[in-house]
């Protein structure tokens, strides 16, 4: 079974345009998360997702959004880029997102460098 | 303060050698996640601990609830266990800063 999968690998842009990554869950798997992982620092929460609907967001800003189709994949769009949001963008799948006995999944992640 | 604190930041080992990663977090939570991130980005989810002690192969982890502490054990270190080793709690993950390992033959 393939595990979670994201594009773009790699992604340059320039500070202002728009960015949209994307996400596909494990097949079973309902809920997908997005986390902001800045070089040398630990991983950020940015969204969570279940069933379509935000379950959970982290402190970003409004230029952060992301939506969940009915496949359960998912897209994470970043507007009016900064310097400041070049980082790895990581997407997880688990169940149901419960965090109880939920194990969340972790996709190979996509660099995003904003010059 | 962060609400999970690792310790120590980094750490270096001769292959054979025991390895002890701590974690101690601030906030109530329902699980902790063990995770492993090689240089390049991937991460990959080594243990989900609720209670008690957790073993695969030369990884075990433990938790105590009570005192909100939890420890990745390593036995028999190996260079392939060289990576970044990160305690998250929650469901919507919150991570600590990681600590790298090296371990050299």
Known sequence: DAGVTQSPTHLIKTRGQHVTLRCSPISGHKSVSWYQQVLGQGPQFIFQYYEKEERGRGNFPDRFSARQFPNYSSELNVNALLLGD?????CASSLDGTGKADTQYFGPGTRLTVL | KNEVEQSPQNLTAQEGEFITINCSYSVGISALHWLQQH???????LFMLSSGKKKH???IATI??????S????TASHPRDSAVYICAVGTALIFGKGTTLSVSS
């Open chain 2, 71 to 74: 420890s990745l054990h390593i």
């Open chain 1, 86 to 90: 070049s980082a790895l963008y990581l």
């Open chain 2, 39 to 45: 240089p390049g980005g991937g991460i990959v989810s």
């Open chain 2, 64 to 69: 105590n609830i009570q005192e909100k502490h």
């Open chain 2, 57 to 59: 192969g030369r990884l």
